[in-house]
């Protein structure tokens, strides 16, 4: 079966642009979440989407947004790019929710300059 | 607030010698603790959940444990291709939240 699949894969922006990045999840699975992952801070939870509704939401400011369409693919949206940006985005796809069996997929590299 | 402490951070082994990872925590109300693994460039990949003290779980030279305040992830005598990061991650307060360790970098030599 089809995995967790993220485009692009890798991308480099410049400071003040905004970034839409795509995961389309495993078949069946309505729960899609995001994460940042960097080499000092690990991975961090960004927010949750469920069946189109986010569920939950980490502490990141309200230039990262999130959205997921009835075929649970989702989208992550980040506005006015910041150097501190750059890092790989990861999103994970489960039946029930972030606090079961997830599984990632590779990631989209961000780097902003 | 939920914490979640991974050592050590780094730890290079030769083939065939046993080791393990710490996972310490700090949660009100555990739902399940989680073991990923990650290899350079990819996004981690399941390995176990366990949900209460006591509980173990296996699979091929690697085996979880769990206390109330830590887990262990024990390597029997691993290969080279068991060099990644493992990841502990923990869930507390239902389905919504789940909290990351930075992880410890894994490297077996032949």
């Known amino acids: 079966k089809a995995g967790v699949t993220q485009t692009p894969r890798y991308l480099i922006k410049t400071r003040g642009q905004q970034v839409t990045l795509s995961c389309s999840p495993i078949?069946?699975?309505?729960?899609v979440s995001w994460y940042q992952q960097t080499p000092g801070q690990g991975l961090q939870f960004l927010f949750e989407y469920f069946s189109e509704t986010q569920r939950n939401k980490g502490n990141f400011p309200g230039r990262f947004s999130g959205r997921q369409f009835s075929n649970s693919r989702s989208e992550m949206n980040v506005s006015t790019l910041e150097l501190g940006d750059s890092a790989l985005y990861l999103c994970?796809?489960?039946?029930?929710?972030?606090?079961?069996?997830?599984?990632f997929g590779q990631g989209t590299r961000l780097t902003v300059v | 607030e939920d914490q979640v402490t991974q050592s050590p951070e780094a730890l290079r082994l030769q083939e065939g010698e046993s080791s393990s990872l710490n996972c310490s925590y700090t949660?009100?109300?555990?739902?399940?603790l989680f073991w990923y693994r990650q290899d350079p460039g990819k996004g981690p990949e399941f390995l176990f959940t366990?949900?209460?003290a006591g509980e173990e779980k296996e699979k091929e030279r690697l085996k979880a444990t769990l206390t109330k305040k830590e887990s262990f992830l024990h390597i029997t005598a691993p290969k080279p291709e068991d060099s990644a990061t493992y990841l502990c991650?923990?869930?507390?307060?239902?389905?919504?939240?789940?909290?990351f360790g930075i992880g410890t970098k894994l490297q077996v030599i032949p």
């Open positions: 994970a796809s489960s039946l029930e929710g972030v606090g079961t069996e997830a599984f």
């Open positions: 949660v009100s109300g555990l739902r399940g």
């Open positions: 366990l949900y209460s």
């Open positions: 078949s069946g699975h309505r729960s």
């Open positions: 991650a923990l869930n507390s307060g239902g389905y919504q939240k789940v909290t």
